[in-house]
């Protein structure tokens, strides 16, 4: 009897350990795929949230950051960037995202267990999961210019600042690496005349 016992035992045991590993290799990537939209989502807002700061800082606006030049009829030749705010910009945006991922909260979110699974019944349910983004590279930040048509005669200009940086996904005693790219626009102003033909070039720092 006694053996009997024992071995179901053995099977109860043998079950419940494959029942794990199942759901764990069905479970994982749902909170996985969830942890890394919620991620992007969290480090655009921080990013944006850190440019807007640092512009409101200094009390910068289109004029402070970009200069127009035109000829002798007022047609828009040239459109020149102030590189030396857009360099100190970058560079502080730099410092500021670095510093918020090496704290020891870094950026940091909770999920609610229930919302994994996608269901109406189950959305803002169940125990909190949360999740860490921590650096796992250095910033790299450029700057990028975009010209549209919005009328005639008429041309928006707008001027980015890009962002692209690996961070460590930290969730579950797990950890993955993912890339992150965002872009904040810094200067958007309309345009009167012809396209300029000349703009600011890429660059990183």
């Known amino acids: 009897m006694k053996e009997i016992l024992r071995r179901w035992a053995i099977l109860l045991l043998v079950l419940v350990v494959l029942a794990v590993i199942a759901a764990e290799s069905w479970l994982i990537p749902l909170v996985e795929a969830v942890g890394t939209h919620r991620?992007?989502?969290?480090?655009?807002?921080?990013?944006?949230?850190?440019?807007?700061?640092?512009?409101?800082?200094?009390?910068?606006?289109?004029?402070?950051?970009?200069?127009?030049?035109?000829?002798?009829?007022?047609?828009v030749t040239a459109v020149y960037p102030d590189t030396v705010k857009l360099?100190?910009?970058?560079?502080?945006?730099?410092?500021?995202?670095?510093s918020q991922l090496r704290s020891e909260t870094g950026m940091a979110f909770s999920v609610p267990s229930g919302s994994v699974f996608g269901g109406v019944w189950t959305a803002n349910r169940g125990p909190l999961l949360t999740f860490r983004l921590t650096a796992d590279s250095i910033v790299t930040t450029g700057i990028k210019d975009t010209v549209t048509s919005v009328g005639i005669n008429q041309t928006c200009y707008t001027l980015s600042i890009t962002v692209e940086q690996d961070v460590l996904l930290i969730y579950a005693g797990r950890y993955k690496t993912l890339t992150m790219r965002s872009e904040v626009m810094v200067v958007q102003t309309v345009l009167m005349g012809d396209v300029p033909q000349t703009y600011v070039d890429r660059w990183e720092s």
């Open 87 to 98: 360099n100190r910009l970058a560079a502080e945006l730099n410092e500021s995202l670095m």
């Open 39 to 75: 991620s992007q989502a969290l480090y655009d807002g921080t990013v944006n949230g850190m440019t807007a700061d640092i512009l409101q800082q200094y009390g910068w606006t289109d004029e402070d950051l970009l200069t127009v030049q035109t000829d002798a009829a007022g047609n």
